[in-house]
Structure formats: structure tokens, C-alpha cells
């Protein structure tokens, strides 16, 4: 065998060694890049499982706690407004004999009691107050007129607050009263609805 034939020989085989180590090292190297990607790919997935929960998390959160205001605050309705002022102004002005005197309450503090249930203790007293006297252990009332008050039949406006109390305002003009205003603030207390605030203007 001449010289050159060994140095072809050797050139080929020196081919072939290169070109099987290049093989060999894209070949780890697309490994590693798969295995980064994949990688990557995992941690993507593992956040947006993440976010998904968190979303899901904030929406569970956001109707269990609407569910909770509305069912801590059903919805004032009409007929509530309606029967919660009729019974005020019913037990605001009691029945009485010529003498102006009650017939069901012998004072004050009994009066204002009858109201809890649709009222507090402190309007419902600001108004017995005003309307009522105590003379010789018996209960008078104030001959005088009555408040202006809700008009069941007229327009009104309603707004509830971010703390779920319930606005009503009514504009009316009647030929006792002339041109008035009344508001009225329902607040849900233990599961009942109840007339906390009026205002007359």
C-alpha cells in the first residue's frame, strides 16, 4: 500500500470521526433545547393552572359573597316599603277616648316597645315624644297633625348603598301639606327590614 492511498484512507476515516461527533453534539444539543422547552413549557402550564385557580378562587369569592349581601339584603320591594310605613304612621297615631287619651298604651316606653319590629328605639321614641304626653299615669296624645308621609300610589326614588341600606325619597304636593319631600333609610336587621331614619323637608 503507496502513501497515498493511506492518506486517503486516513482523510475518510477523519470524515467520517468529524461528521459522527457534529451528529452526536446536535443531537445533545436539541435534547437539552427540548428538554428546556419542555421545561418551560411545564413551568407556563403550572402558571396559567395558577391563574386559573386564582381566577376561578376570586370568582367563587366574588358569588359567595354576593350570594351573602343578597341574602343578608333581600331586596326592599315595594310592597315592604308599603306595609313598613302603614304600620308606623297605624302605631304612630292610636286609638284614644274624647279625652284624647290612648287606650291601648298606659305610657311612653310601652308605645315605643310596639315599634320594634319595624323601627329602632330611638326613632321610634323621637317621634313618640313629639306626639305624645304622660299625665297621671296615662298616655295623651298631642292634638296635632300627622307628618307628611309616603304615598303608596305616587313615584318615588330607591337607592341601595354599598352597606345594603335601602333610600326611598318621594316628592308629593298634597292640599294638607302642599309641596313636600320624605325620605326614608330601610336597613335589614336581624333578617327583618326596618325604617332606621326620616326626613321631612
Do not use: C
Not at 358569588?63 to 315592604?80: F, I, M, P, R, V
Not at 296624645?141 to 300627622?146: A, L, Y
Request: overall charge neutral.
Amino acid at each position: 500500500m503507496n502513501a497515498t492511498t493511506i492518506r486517503k484512507k486516513l482523510g475518510i476515516l477523519t470524515l467520517i470521526f468529524v461528521m459522527t461527533a457534529l451528529f452526536t453534539m446536535q443531537q445533545s444539543t436539541y435534547s437539552i433545547n427540548a428538554e428546556g422547552t419542555q421545561g418551560k413549557e411545564a413551568q407556563s402550564h403550572s402558571n396559567r393552572a395558577d391563574v386559573s385557580f386564582r381566577k376561578h378562587s376570586e370568582d367563587k369569592t366574588l358569588l359567595a359573597t354576593t350570594n351573602t349581601h343578597s341574602t343578608k339584603g333581600q331586596t326592599l320591594k315595594h310592597e315592604d316599603i308599603v306595609q313598613l310605613t302603614d304600620q308606623f304612621m297605624k302605631k304612630l297615631v292610636q286609638k284614644t277616648d274624647d279625652q284624647n287619651k290612648v287606650l291601648k298604651f298606659k305610657s311612653k316606653n310601652e308605645l315605643i316597645k310596639s315599634f320594634q319590629s319595624i323601627t329602632t328605639t330611638s326613632l321610634a321614641k323621637k317621634y313618640i315624644d313629639y306626639y305624645y304626653k304622660e299625665y297621671n299615669d296615662d298616655l295623651f296624645i298631642v292634638p296635632t297633625e300627622t307628618p307628611p308621609w309616603f304615598i303608596q300610589d305616587e313615584d318615588y326614588e330607591k337607592t341601595v348603598t354599598e352597606n345594603g341600606q335601602v333610600h326611598v325619597k318621594q316628592s308629593n304636593k298634597t292640599e294638607l301639606y302642599g309641596a313636600y319631600t320624605v325620605e326614608f333609610t330601610f336597613e335589614q336587621m336581624d333578617g327583618k327590614w326596618k325604617i332606621i331614619e326620616i326626613k321631612h323637608s
